[in-house]
């Protein structure tokens, strides 16, 4: 593995480079190999944090842990709940800001509180040339020009090398509780998720495991905020889904984090070697998905819109869902099965001409992750 | 404010251009009398006029795609507009442009309330996207203050905020997916009503690329549940210094307050002589608002209160119902009105740290002075989206150049502290020429190799967003 320890080293790496890079950052997510890749972990720091105006920038190779660490003593979070995807992947290192940018990486929260993407609110990256290239900055609103920033995130390294990212950070609650409805079939689940989700009471977790962690089906709500709101919305929650099943309140906190970190980080589905595939459709796609493609191995997170499927190694996905809306990438999977099926879903014909002129622009000697991306 | 000269060679055409489009669209849907096409010489900033070439409005999205391919063969530049509401110019011809208007195109195509979201035409106006889904107890959380009047092509456009977006995000954190036609014909999906991108978030930068990269016709909007009610706290001070520091303290106590509004004593002055709003005369007022049940509100408006109060307020009044936080906003909600009673005004939309809030508002005053022209501030405190009013007197010869100067300063002054030009308004062509404050050669360049990749020859709203030295290589070439 080779690293580099500055945006300015880095820069120099990549206007010299005329063979193929394939980037990293804590190497964590398996989207790359480590062997033989180029970490941008040595490019690490805090560059500024002002609490007061929810504003965070870090240099890229910045582990996530120490963020977090870092906004949890000003009582803030990174909104979107990053996962980890160490337990999935079996793979060691330690998470970056950078990859979690890269690959818009997003957890329970995301379907109220915004993908990675929603909260990223400047990125500098070393383009293709070798050129350092800002975009976005450090103010929450901001329209000047294309938002690149956006482009950047989940775009997993093939546009360019992310060294400093920027984001909107938000107040820690109060508190919060988790909802449990057990034993509801898939169908039942996501209409109750649903039901849920169309109140005003700010659900901000809505899973639902057919195996849960009691073995049995579990349906997940989270509620947060101050004691007294959380207290009342707990109530509306239980009238508004008493005719579909009986709510149990978990309201330690160690407990509540659990689950929603066993949640965040699919690790009801991690044991094994099988594939791991990640689908993201509208909720009420759902059930169907995992009914036709994985009837024993699936997690529904983000309310039913985002299914994840354990299933045998090299088993096509794609090919099963019969048409549904949406996309289906690879999370956990062989070489072969990876160089068979692409990691990502393809794009219709135009889309992905759109896609291949971006990429040429931005990196016009094909240097980064070259195969991935389509 | 320069334009490209326009190219005689498709003026001298427009006969035969003008013909082409007649045979794709229904007979009233080019319009291309002279005096008739003067509807479209400008949007919101009525500065500058320029009647176009013609102005066609297309009914479905095919008849867009058949527009836009004869345009890309005849080469004619085509500028798309939704309502005209823009306040930075971006839906400003050139006189050898067609207007690709997309008003009569607002149907509301989809609703699902179980997976949360409508999908609609995008000639649709913001607020009646609200209007379709709120008697189910939904809404679309986007909110620019012309949003009874503004479309959802433009929201898109120039990914337009508003006052509820410290909560809610602006409009591409709202938006799921759109149909959109290339400058060539192609009709591309991206996004829809499952969540992100498959690949590449191309999605992500069709939003707020200004017209520039494809003409949307159909918008997959998040809708959200409405909350169960609303109130403000009005809180004024003697400082602007310290109203900053309550809305700092106010943000890291945990509240997330759906609005933070700030208003300086100019333009509190000019509201209370227009609205009588019953607003205390002091530096600065602050209204902030809350979310939820009854007791939610209460507890939320106690905390502000309460942190309010270790700052000296001069006063602070909790509105206990629905009549007493319709005087809280009516200042507020009057205040451009107000202004505009004075005299003509310019409204700015740089974005600062909030920290920054003193320093800015104090260099705005010592600006004002310099200049002779008197500025007013209101702008959303929680995200340091400000709205300088700047007044001038459009009847006296050089007074609109001052305030565009002036302006620019303002501007320049945001970027200088850590900000940017534009916060919810977009770069149109009033704040083209300084993109250069804000981003290096290298950045720009980068954003243009976009639109290289979804426009080749550069004939969608071209005279926009960018300073037309950078573009100019470009816009000739095809």
Known sequence: MMSVSSEAELAEYVAAADAPIRVIGGGTRGVVGTQGALSVAGVSGVELYEPGALTLVVKAGTPVAEVEALLAKSGQRLPFEPMDHRALTGQGGTPTVGGMVAANVSGPRRFQAGACRDSLIGVRFVDGRGEVIRNGGRVMKNVTGYDLVKLMAGSFGTLGILTEVAFKVLPMPETGVTLILRGLDDVTAVAALSRALGSPFEVNGAAHAPVGMGGAPETLLRLEGFAGSVAYRTDKMRALLADIGAVEVVDDSASHDAIWAWVRDVRGLSEGGDDIWRVSVKPSDGPAVVAAVAPDGALYDWGGGLVWLRVAPGTDVRARLGGVAGHATIVRAGAETRAQLGMFHPEPAPVAALTRGVRQQFDPKGLFNPGLMG | ?478
Request: aromatic content about 6%.
């Open chain 2, 1 to 478: 404010m320069q334009m490209p000269a326009p190219d005689q060679m498709v003026i001298g055409r427009k006969d035969r251009i003008v013909a082409r489009l007649q045979e794709v669209l229904p007979r009233d849907a080019v319009i291309h009398d002279v005096m008739e096409t003067r509807a479209y010489e400008c949007d919101a900033l009525t500065a500058y006029k320029c009647p176009p070439l013609c102005a066609v409005l297309p009914e479905t999205t095919e008849q867009v795609a058949a527009v836009l391919r004869i345009c890309h063969q005849e080469n004619v530049p085509v500028v798309p507009r939704g309502a005209g509401t823009s306040l930075a110019g971006g839906a400003l011809p050139t006189a050898d442009s067609v207007i690709l208007g997309v008003a009569r195109m607002n149907d509301v195509l989809e609703t699902d309330y179980d997976n949360r979201f409508v999908r609609v035409q995008t000639g649709r106006t913001n607020l009646s996207v609200t209007g379709a889904v709120e008697t189910d107890g939904f809404f679309y959380a986007p909110d620019p203050s012309s949003q009874l009047a503004c479309a959802i092509a433009g929201n898109i456009a120039m990914n337009s905020g508003g006052a509820h977006c410290l909560k809610y995000g602006v409009t591409t954190n709202n938006l799921l997916g759109v149909r959109m036609v290339l400058m060539d014909g192609t009709i591309v999906d991206l996004g829809g009503a499952h969540m992100d991108a498959g690949g590449i978030d191309l999605l992500g930068v069709v939003c707020g690329s200004e017209g520039q990269l494809g003409v949307v016709t159909e918008a997959t909007l998040r809708i959200l549940p409405k909350p169960e009610g609303a109130l403000p706290v009005l809180i004024g001070y003697d400082s602007n210094e310290v109203a900053g520091q309550c809305v700092s303290d106010i943000i890291q106590a945990g509240v997330l307050p759906v609005a933070i509004e700030f208003m300086d004593r100019p333009c509190i002055e000019a509201t209370e002589a227009f609205a009588k709003a019953g607003y205390p005369m002091c530096e600065a007022l602050l209204i902030v608002e809350v979310e939820g049940s009854p007791d939610e509100i209460a507890h939320q408006l106690d905390l502000i209160s309460e942190i309010a109060n270790r700052h000296n307020p001069v006063e602070i009044r909790q509105a206990a119902d629905a009549d007493q936080a319709a005087r809280i906003w009516l200042g507020r909600k009057s205040a451009f009105g107000a202004m505009g009673q004075i005299n003509d005004y310019m409204c700015l939309d740089g974005t600062i740290p909030v920290s920054q809030l003193p320093y800015v508002l104090r260099r705005i005053g010592e600006m004002s002075a310099e200049y002779g022209l008197g500025v007013g501030n209101v702008f959303h405190a929680g995200d340091g989206n400000m709205h300088p009013l700047i007044l001038f007197n459009a009847n006296k010869p050089g007074d609109l150049e001052k305030c565009e100067a002036f302006g620019a300063d303002i501007l320049r002054l945001c970027v200088e502290v850590g900000g940017c030009l534009t916060g919810e308004h977009g770069v149109g062509v009033e704040k083209r020429d300084l993109m250069t404050t804000q981003f290096d050669p290298e950045d720009i360049e980068a954003q243009l190799r976009v639109k290289d990749v979804f426009d080749p020859k550069w004939l969608l709203n071209p005279a926009k967003v960018f300073p037309l030295a950078a573009t100019q290589a470009r816009r000739t070439v095809g």
